[in-house]
């Protein structure tokens, strides 16, 4: 089945250093991508999404490029701020209506 | 910003008691959703609703389970009889749907409501 790994959290950066939180997915078919973060006491917002290979999405500084050949939709950011502290979700859909299938969330902690 | 709501934000209850939770999606979606998370472990999905029907279920959405909109802009979700490992966070989702708008097949989600079975 269509499955989405992501890797293990927790991760702990400083001030403006570089993310990165990787994601690969396994699909039968071309999925459209997603990236959903939550902030504490809050639900899953939308962050990003890539509806096909080579897209890039972007948001807030974050980006994500949909890689067919990898199978991946790595998540990076230049600059990480406190702000940025979250739990982020890796996420794909096959088609228009049909469920989004999560990976396990990735715990970010970036300290002053 | 249009948001969905879920109530309560935390429920403790008993093994084998009935419990209600309940979402108010977005007032112009028409796709509703409800997933789970067990403590440090994936977001799952369990049903989709749509036309005032189920409209696709996982394996985890078993006969304990069942989904109602009562009205106009509630969605609740019922564990019958609930067991110690339906302890998690339930996340409702709404949709608006259709490929005519931007953003019609993103899925805005709760806060989500903690379920903790004793």
């Known amino acids: 089945g269509n499955s989405v790994t992501q890797m293990e959290g927790p991760v702990t950066l400083s001030e403006e250093a570089f993310l990165t939180i990787n994601c690969t997915y396994t699909?039968?078919?071309?999925?459209?991508l997603f990236w959903y973060v939550q902030y504490p006491g809050e639900g899953l917002q939308l962050l990003l999404k890539?509806?096909?290979?080579?897209d890039k999405g972007s948001n807030k500084g974050f980006e994500a490029t949909y890689r067919k050949e990898t199978t991946s939709f790595h998540l990076e950011k230049g600059s990480v701020q406190v702000s940025d502290s979250a739990v982020y979700f890796c996420?794909?859909?096959?088609?228009?209506?049909?469920?989004?299938?999560f990976g396990k969330g990735t715990r970010l902690s970036v300290i002053a | 910003e249009p948001e969905v709501t879920q109530t309560p934000s935390h429920q403790v209850t008993q093994m084998g008691q009935e419990v209600i939770l309940r979402c108010v999606p977005i007032s112009n979606h028409l796709y509703f959703y409800w997933y789970r998370q067990i403590l440090g472990q994936k977001v799952e999905f369990l049903v989709s609703?749509?036309?005032?029907?189920?409209?696709?279920k996982s394996e985890i959405f078993d006969d304990q389970f069942s989904v109602e909109r009562p009205d106009g802009s509630n969605f609740t979700l019922k564990i019958r009889s609930t067991k110690l490992e339906d302890s998690a966070m339930y996340f409702c989702?709404?949709?608006?749907?259709?490929?005519?708008?931007?953003?019609?097949?993103?899925?805005?989600f709760g806060a989500g409501s903690r379920l903790t079975v004793l």
């Open positions: 996420a794909l859909r096959m088609s228009g209506n049909t469920p989004l299938v």
């Open positions: 890539a509806t096909k290979a080579d």
């Open positions: 699909a039968t078919g071309y999925p459209s």
């Open positions: 989702a709404s949709m608006l749907g259709g490929l005519s708008r931007s953003g019609a097949n993103v899925l805005t």
């Open positions: 609703f749509y036309n005032n029907e189920i409209s696709e």
